[in-house]
């Protein structure tokens, strides 16, 4: 089955502690990406990768590090999370960046 | 910067009329996409036009897109309740590499 698969889906941690949401797509795409969704905001993005090894920043890049040293796996990193960053995130992957995107089902984190 | 917003941001309709959503965006667009997202689940797709394309048809979705005003409706006719969700609109710009995401329509639908 096609999909986009994001861990952990909840977590609760405090300030400072280094913590990194894994993602993992099944469907060979080139285009991934990271958004975080706050009420009243929508969806702004975070990072996006055009293919291995290529990573740019999106709209809301600080505080945040990605790598895509695979096609499937885009790993986000909080590297000193802060409470400004509870939130809900999402990983999305599509064939190409023009493209329909499919989501994983989302992680919820919560900085303390 | 966010460039789509869509209008309204929460619209309320009982069940068997249509409901109309808009989307407006700031910049020279490659593609405009249309997605459901249900009570925090991850977003489905629904519908992508084209910049070169006027209007799109999928099931009870009809897509329009004006590139002069800048701006795109999605109708869903016959509303039902499992069509209660929120919408978003993205755009992606011609000459970025970004994804922009609107900041969503709450449709419900009332029994």
């Known amino acids: 089955e096609a999909q986009v698969t994001q861990n952990p889906r909840y977590l609760i941690t405090v300030t400072g502690k280094k913590l990194t949401v894994t993602c993992s797509q099944n469907m060979n795409h080139e285009y991934m990406s990271w958004y975080r969704q706050d009420p009243g905001l929508g969806l702004r993005q975070i990072y996006y990768s055009m293919n291995v090894e290529v990573t740019d920043k999106g709209d809301v890049p600080e505080g945040y590090k990605v790598s895509r040293k695979e096609k499937r796996n885009f790993p986000l990193i909080l590297e000193s999370p802060s409470p400004n960053q509870t939130s809900l995130y999402f990983c999305a992957s599509s064939p190409y960046q023009n493209q329909p995107q499919h989501f994983g089902d989302g992680t919820r984190l919560s900085i303390l | ?111």
């Open chain 2, 1 to 111: 910067s966010q460039q789509g917003e869509e209008d309204p941001q929460a619209l309320s309709i009982q069940e068997g009329e249509n409901a109309t959503m808009n989307c407006s965006y700031k910049t020279s667009i490659n593609n405009l996409q249309w997605y459901r997202q249900n009570s925090g689940r991850g977003l489905v797709h629904l519908i992508l036009i084209r910049s070169n394309e006027r209007e799109k048809h999928s099931g009870r979705l009809r897509v329009t897109l004006d590139t002069s005003k800048k701006s795109s409706s999605l109708l869903i006719t016959a509303s039902r309740a499992a069509d209660t969700a929120s919408y978003f609109c993205a755009t992606v710009p011609t000459l970025d590499d970004k994804i922009i995401f609107g900041k969503g329509t709450r449709l419900h639908i009332l029994p």
